[in-house]
C-alpha cells in the first residue's frame, strides 16, 4: 500500500460523486483489465437498475448472483426476464450448502443460527467469487442502512479485498424507481405486494405503511445485513495491480450502438391460432431467400426446442415471446432475416421485444395476421375452436385467454379473405416500402411455385 495510491483511489471518488452511474461504470471498466470487474445483483430494483444501465451501455461487466437455494420463485423468474430482456447471461454462483439437508426436527439453518447461514450460503460464495476479480460492483444505496451511509462511489472493500464500486450510493428510492418507470425496467412483483426489500424467502416478509423498507428482512431480529456490505471498509488501494485511472470525466456514456450485418432484419407475425401465421412464414422465407439467409422462428417448434417446459400463463406466455425476440434478435444482427410465427398474445411484450431490437439498430416489422374467430372456427380440423367456445377448452387464446390485436401494426393482413399470396405482396410491398427489400429481390409467386 502507498500513500499516493490510497489517495489515488479518494480522489477518484471525489471527482465521480455526482456523476451518473453509466459514467462511473464507465469509468470503472475502462480502468481495470477485461473481466476483472464483477457485478454482483440480488434482483432489487437497485440491481435491475444497474443490469438496465450496464446493458444499455454494452459495459464489459461480469454479472452475477450468488444462488443461496432459498429464493422466491419470483425472483428466479426476473432473473430469465432480465436475461431475455437484455440479452445477456447472469452467472448463477451457488452457495455449496444451498442443498443440504436439514435433520428431522432441527430448525433450519436461517432460523438456528441466521448470520452463519449467511456466512455460509452468501458471504463465503461471495469471497471465493471475488477472488476472480480486480473491482466489484454493488448496488447499494447511502440511504438504506447505516452501515450503507458512508459508502464512496469506489473504495476499498476491506473485507474482500478489492475495489468496491456503488454507483448508485448518492441515488434515492424514488431516484431508482423513476429510472424502472422511463426504462420498463424488469422488476420483482413481489414489489406490489409489499416486499420492500427481497432477499431469501424464509427471511423476507412484507413491510407496512410507515416502516422502514428493510424491516421485512430477518423480521424480529437485529440483523439487518446478510454481511456483504458490512463495515468497516476502508480507502487502501487496490493490491497488487491495477491503479484505477481517475479520468472519469473523458469516460464516455456509452458505447455507441455496434454495427450490423446488413441485411437483417426481424418480420413480427402474430395473430392467432390458425391463422395463417406458419403457413405466411414458409412462403415468405420460400420469397426472402434469394440474397440472404431467412430463419423462421415457429411458435410450436420454440416451444419444443427452446421453452420445452413453459406453460400458457401470462408469465410464460411473455417468456416464451421474450426467448423469440432475443433469438431473432441474434439472427438479424448477423444479417438474416428473421421471421417469427408466434401467437405472441400481449401488446407489451411484443412493444418490448420491438424496443430491444431497435435499441440494437434492427429494423423491427410487426404483421398482424388477422382473422375473425368464426371464420377461424369454421376451417378449423382440429375442432379445437370449437371445443373452447364451449367452454371445455381453457387458456386458449382469443376465447378463453386474451389476445390484444397490436394497435398500429407495420402491415395488416387479412387471411380471411385474402389468398397467401396476396397477404405475402402486402408485407413484401411494406418491406420494400421501408427499404428493406430492393426491387426484383424476392420472388415472385411464379417463381415461388415453379
Ligand atoms: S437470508 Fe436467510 S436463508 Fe438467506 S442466507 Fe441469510 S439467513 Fe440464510
Known sequence: MSARTREELARWARDLEGKEPAEILSAVTAAFPPGRVGFATGFGPEGCVLVDVAARARLPLDVFTIDTGTLFPETYALWNRLEARYGLSIRRVASATADAPVADGAAPPWEADPDRCCELRKVLPLRAELARFDAWVTAIRRDQTADRAGAAIVEWDERFGLVKVNPLAAWSSADVWRHVRAHEVPTSPLHDQGYASIGCAPCTTPVGAGEDPRAGRWRGRAKKECGLHARPVALRPPTPTPTPTPTPTSTPTSTPPRSFARGGFILWLTGLSGAGKSTLSRVLQAALATERPVEILDGDEVRTYLSAGLGFSKEDRDTNVRRIGFVARLLARNGAAAVTAAISPYAETRNEVRSLAE??????????????????AARDVKGLYRKALAGELTRFTGVSDPYEPPERPDVVVRTDVETIDE????????????????????????????
Not at 397477404?423 to 417463381?447: C, F, K, M, N, Q
Open 359 to 376: 435499441r440494437d439498430g434492427v429494423p423491427f416489422v410487426e404483421v398482424f395476421v388477422s382473422a375473425p374467430v368464426a371464420a377461424l
Open 423 to 450: 397477404s405475402v405482396e402486402t408485407i413484401l410491398e411494406h418491406l420494400r416500402a421501408r427499404g428493406l427489400l430492393r426491387p426484383g429481390d424476392a420472388r415472385t409467386a411464379e417463381e415461388r411455385a415453379s
